[in-house]
């Protein structure tokens, strides 16, 4: 069974910076490119970052391009995300899914899915 737990999240001010982080279990993790996702208050979700299985290759949303960071450690089986600069634009429930395959699936959100950590961007 997959599962995946993410962390990291809370309250931050604009501009201000935070790490988040899934942990995975129950599946070859080292073999999935990953993929981070959000959901604003009342929107939907909305596709940010995928990464290969080995880290060398990540994909980008125009909304985050230069200002996230997405990376991976598989001898941890952990996924992480780099939020930098943020705006209050990117409060929002961030959650880490696990792709398909071993290459990134533009705008693709998996139902594999955690159950998300919240980012608050509030002055």
């Known amino acids: 069974e997959v599962q995946l737990v993410e962390s990291g999240g809370g309250l931050v001010q604009p501009g201000g910076s935070l790490r988040l982080s899934c942990a995975a279990s129950g599946f070859m993790f080292s073999s999935y490119a990953m993929t981070w996702v959000r959901q604003a208050p009342g929107k939907g979700l909305e596709w940010l970052a995928g990464i290969t299985p080995s880290g060398g290759d990540t994909n980008y949303a125009p909304s985050v391009k230069g200002r996230f960071t997405i990376s991976r450690d598989n001898d941890k089986n952990t996924l992480y995300l780099q939020l930098n600069n943020l705006e209050t634009e990117d409060t929002a429930m961030y959650y880490c899914?696990?792709?398909?395959?071993?290459?990134?699936?533009?705008?693709?959100?998996?139902?594999?899915r955690g159950q998300g950590t919240r980012v608050t961007v509030s002055s």
């Open positions: 899914a696990k792709g398909r395959t071993y290459y990134i699936e533009i705008n693709y959100v998996s139902s594999d």
